[in-house]
């Protein structure tokens, strides 16, 4: 019987999740499209996701520790370079990161239905298997920085396998485009986001469970060359490693109604074999 009420608690609680994620979309779309199509509008389009982000994160209900290592304003501009475990990482840094963020993103983004023409048209999008759209989004971001507004980007390219626990090799875009500009780097660290709301591929799972982001200190890119890249990307790298916490070494599995002595393997997902 416990077996069972936690198989529906979580059913109802991934339900409830799901309810506080689309309805603040149902209900701004229409301002959204309106002034995502304008010039300018981008500015309305990102407070609304602010918005959205603040509304449904408080809705979940889930407790969120937020690290700061410095309590002076990040300066302005800055590239954010942050790990991704989560399709909610892009919440968790609009909901924490005040003002303008010029997201980056893949462009698949772009095509989800509804929501991914108005992520196109706002922010930028890049296919990274073609060297065309790389070059036009490396344009876009430095017209974006050039003109004080923040990027933001997964250096890691996609969602690790392995969140909480691998950090997968960080590409060089997002240090080439602050070392380019001559602006810091503020690495965050989002550890406990695939706690929530792992990616599972053709499913949905959502589970109750804290959430953290830190912000390290600024790391100055005046007087680096394109040669210190290297060397730039391994600092960055340990320190988004070195908030990895225990508790998120390993994705929370399917739910199911059974006694989990009784359950045999083809019930469960396959896992790596280094997982």
């Known amino acids: 019987m416990r077996h069972l009420l936690r198989y529906l608690g979580q059913r109802l609680y991934t339900t409830w ?24 509008g981008e500015y309305v389009v990102h ?18 520790e937020v690290v700061r290592e410095t309590t002076e304003p990040n300066p302005q501009p800055c590239v954010y370079v942050s790990n991704h475990g989560s399709y909610i990482d892009i919440m968790m840094l609009f909901k924490y990161i005040p003002g303008f ?8 983004l772009a095509k989800t239905p509804v929501w991914g023409p108005i992520f196109g048209r706002v922010y930028i999008t890049v296919d990274r298997a073609s060297a065309v759209s ?33 950090l997968l090799p960080l590409l060089d875009g997002a ?20 706690m929530f709301m792992p990616d599972v591929k053709g499913s949905l799972r959502v589970r109750y469970h804290r959430l953290k982001i830190v912000f390290h200190k600024p790391i100055p890119t005046t007087g680096l060359t394109l040669a210190d890249i290297p ?18 070494a390993v994705k929370p599995g399917p739910s199911t109604w059974k006694d989990p002595a009784s359950v045999t393997p083809e019930d469960h997902e396959p896992q790596p074999l280094n997982s």
């Open 231 to 248: 060397a730039l990307k391994e600092q960055v790298a340990a320190l988004l490693t070195g908030d990895f916490l225990p508790e998120g």
């Open 175 to 194: 240090f080439q485009m602050a070392i380019e500009a001559g602006v810091p780097i503020v690495p965050v660290g989002q550890p406990l986001n695939h």
């Open 47 to 64: 407070a609304i996701n602010r918005w959205w982000s603040w509304l449904s994160i408080t809705m979940w209900g889930v407790p969120v």
């Open 134 to 166: 790389r070059g036009k989004a490396m344009v876009q971001a430095r017209r974006s920085l050039a003109a004080g507004k923040s990027i933001a980007i997964f250096a890691e390219g996609r969602i690790s396998h392995l969140p909480g626990k691998e």
């Open 17 to 40: 999740a799901t309810f506080w994620f689309v309805l603040p979309f149902v209900l701004t779309f229409p301002v959204q499209w309106f002034y995502s199509r304008r010039p300018g």
């Open 101 to 108: 963020l010029n997201m980056m993103g893949k462009a698949s």
